[in-house]
């Protein structure tokens, strides 16, 4: 099994119709595999979604420092844990300082490597790491780690700001056009670990999952970037699944990355976990009866920087809580993915099931407080995390 996420990867990618073609290895891979066009992560930056999709649980129910880069102490447990005690080889390659020590994704890894020579900054990132993550990756990959069944975890950065020329790729100096330039520097390298991969005895055995954390906004609601709301560019990213004698299709219901960690352990033969969130998309992936509806949460929590923010999204609409529930918002994100028309009043009947639905599912979520709280932003007396 190999997991290949990209930092910052957006929806609209070549096999989503984007029309510059910034993606060709990831495009064809696509194309031979599993498509989920509504994918969504679990949270809108990089400490949040990960560890929500590495504990398969929403970060808010997560142990956690509380702050920014948010730290996760060993008793979160991450579900590699699980699968290194069934006996299954566990791995993960990285490149960006926190996620060496400092975030505790370490956990349940027994081969966890990290980019040599990687500079810290906490407001951005100035290095290249797509070449030496790839020359990792193979290494990673070897006959050592991949005798017998493995899991691997690659999470690609190149497309995450500073969003860095490269030799021989230029689409224009607009930061768009230069992140652009990024993903197809980035796509480069990942078509090269595909060709290793492929050439390997054990690839036709093996699943390939390709997604991302989280997007990148680039002006949609005033913002850049990333982090801090829970609007489309910034949830909605791509998610697609290669597996063996599967045939290629696309899904079109909303999903979550929630739901890999119980895919992952359905399609290794792991039982999975009763703390799971999300649902295993294995019966639907292989064909075995429709991809049904159901609802999509993502879930921010508190931290310094941002408020508490949630969203439920159920076929095409979606409810974005704001600050504690202060507030909800309806969107139409079929006829509307610019979120631009708020829909309460225009849609009260839809407004009342969609919050009903809303306060029944997060119910589910047993909110924990972070260990950092005094400078939690929003914070109410009544409601201290």
């Not at 069944?149 to 999470?155: E, R």
């Not at 989280?214 to 850049?224: L, Q, R, V």
């Not at 709301?229 to 949830?235: D, K």
């Not at 009342?352 to 932003?377: A, F, G, S, T």
């Amino acid at each position: 099994m190999l997991l290949i996420t990209i930092d910052s990867m957006r929806a609209d990618m070549p096999w989503a119709g984007y029309p510059r073609d910034i993606a060709p290895r990831l495009t064809a891979l696509a194309r031979q595999s599993v498509q989920y066009s509504r994918a969504y992560s679990v949270s809108s930056y990089t400490a949040m979604s990960v560890a929500g999709l590495l504990a398969g649980r929403y970060p808010s129910e997560l142990e956690r420092s509380g702050s920014f880069f948010s730290a996760y102490p060993d008793s979160v447990e991450f579900f590699p844990e699980r699968l290194s005690q069934a006996g299954i080889k566990t791995l993960a390659g990285n490149a960006h300082f926190y996620f060496d020590k400092k975030s505790g994704f370490r956990q349940g890894f027994d081969d966890y490597r990290m980019v040599d020579g990687i500079s810290a900054d906490n407001t951005t990132d100035k290095n290249v790491t797509s070449p030496q993550h790839l020359a990792l990756a193979k290494d990673l990959l070897g006959p050592a780690n991949t005798k017998g069944q493995f899991f691997a975890w690659l999470h690609f950065m190149d497309p995450h700001d500073l969003y860095v020329a490269h030799a021989g790729i230029d689409f224009g100096k607009k930061a768009r056009d230069r992140y652009d330039g990024e993903m197809k520097f980035v796509d480069n390298h990942v078509g090269e670990l595909l060709d290793f991969v492929a050439a390997q005895p054990w690839s036709s055995r093996t699943a390939i999952i390709v997604s991302a954390d989280h997007g990148e906004a680039f002006g949609e609601h005033k913002m850049t970037r990333h982090g801090f709301e829970l609007w489309e560019p910034l949830v909605h990213v791509p998610l697609f699944v290669k597996l063996p004698a599967v045939t290629p299709k696309t899904i079109d219901v909303p999903r979550s990355a929630i739901d890999l960690a119980p895919t992952i352990f359905e399609l290794m033969g792991v039982p999975a976990e009763p703390s799971f969130q999300g649902k295993s998309l294995v019966r639907e992936l292989e064909g075995i009866g429709p991809a049904e509806e159901r609802d999509v949460v993502i879930d921010l929590p508190r931290t310094g920087d941002n408020f508490r923010r949630r969203a439920l999204i159920r076929g095409r609409y979606k409810l974005i809580s704001h600050d504690d529930d202060f507030r909800l918002d309806l969107y139409d994100i079929v006829d509307d993915p610019g979120e631009s028309r708020e829909l309460r009043r225009t849609k009260p009947e839809i407004y009342e099931d969609m919050k009903r639905r809303y306060e029944e599912r997060i119910k589910r979520i047993q909110d924990v407080c972070p260990k950092r709280r005094d400078n939690l932003k929003g914070k109410r007396p009544e409601k201290p995390c």
